[in-house]
């Protein structure tokens, strides 16, 4: 089973720049579409953005798109989210997730089965 950790957020002005790693142990990374995610206090967690196994296939949130880039580094074991031009309602615990085996990424939580334990990005106005 991989194992997922976050890292890079942290809080930031608004029209400032992020970026967050999730490095994976194990040795099915590469073997594995990456997803992120998000959760705002009181809302639901909405997908992000994601990236097929081998990196051809990528996702946005279609309100994300152009500002958040997804990108992975097999050789690292580690996917990245490039967040740019960063506003309030950007801020949430992000959450990047696994689906283990899957060539294909998905835009569903549901088709994830290995999560991070998420980290908090604030973006002040």
């Known amino acids: 089973q991989v194992q997922l950790v976050e890292s890079g957020g942290g809080l930031v002005q ?3 720049s992020l ?3 999730c490095a994976a142990s194990g040795r099915t990374f590469s073997d594995s579409a990456m997803g992120w995610f ?3 206090p009181g809302k639901e967690r909405e997908f992000v953005a994601a ?3 081998g990196g051809g296939d990528i996702y946005y949130a ?3 798109k152009g500002r958040f880039t997804i990108s992975r580094d097999n050789a690292k074991s580690t996917v990245y989210l490039q967040m740019n031009s960063l506003k309030a309602e950007d801020t949430a615990v992000y959450y990047c997730a696994a689906r ?3 060539y ?6 549901s088709g994830y089965d290995a999560w991070g334990q998420g980290t908090q ?3 002040s106005s």
């Open 38 to 40: 998000r959760q705002a």
């Open 121 to 123: 990005v604030t973006v």
């Open 19 to 21: 970026r967050l790693s």
């Open 62 to 64: 279609s309100s994300l």
């Open 104 to 109: 294909s990424a998905s835009t569903d939580a």
């Open 51 to 53: 990236i097929s196994r």
């Open 100 to 102: 283990v085996w899957y």
């Open 14 to 16: 608004a029209g400032g």
